[in-house]
């Protein structure tokens, strides 16, 4: 069982940064950022393959966020800057264990953590 633990998340102005961090027990798993907002469907942010050789972005956030791994430490990251009020949600890491070519399709991921939640005010 893979154990994913989410951090990083406050309440921020407009145009602050944050870094949200995921550590994940276990092996290491092709990983991924959604987030939710009030009253929204969850959506994809950004994903990482395990190698780290491969990243994707939702086209909202491209430009602003980016993600990263440390494997030695089995620590997913997303650094978010230039936050905007629409970013507000509830952020969550996730893992997938295998690849078909599209990071952003929700059902592909097998385990996710609590989520942190994450305030941009204007």
């Known amino acids: 069982q893979v154990q994913l633990v989410e951090s990083g998340g406050g309440l921020v102005q407009a145009g602050a940064s944050l870094r949200l961090s995921c550590a994940a027990s276990?092996?290491?798993?092709?990983m991924g950022w959604f987030r939710q907002a009030p009253g929204k469907e969850r959506e994809f942010v950004a994903a990482?393959?395990?190698?780290?050789?491969?990243?994707d972005y939702a086209d909202s956030v491209k430009g602003r966020f980016t993600i990263s791994r440390d494997n030695a430490k089995n620590t997913v990251y997303l650094q978010m800057n230039s936050l905007i009020p629409e970013d507000t949600a509830v952020y969550y890491c996730?893992?997938?264990?295998?690849?078909?070519?599209?990071?952003?399709?929700?059902?592909?991921?097998?385990?996710w953590g609590q989520g942190t939640q994450v305030t941009v005010s204007s």
């Open positions: 996730a893992a997938r264990p295998s690849y078909s070519g599209d990071f952003s399709r929700e059902y592909d991921y097998d385990y």
């Open positions: 276990g092996r290491l798993y092709h």
């Open positions: 990482i393959s395990w190698t780290g050789s491969h990243t």
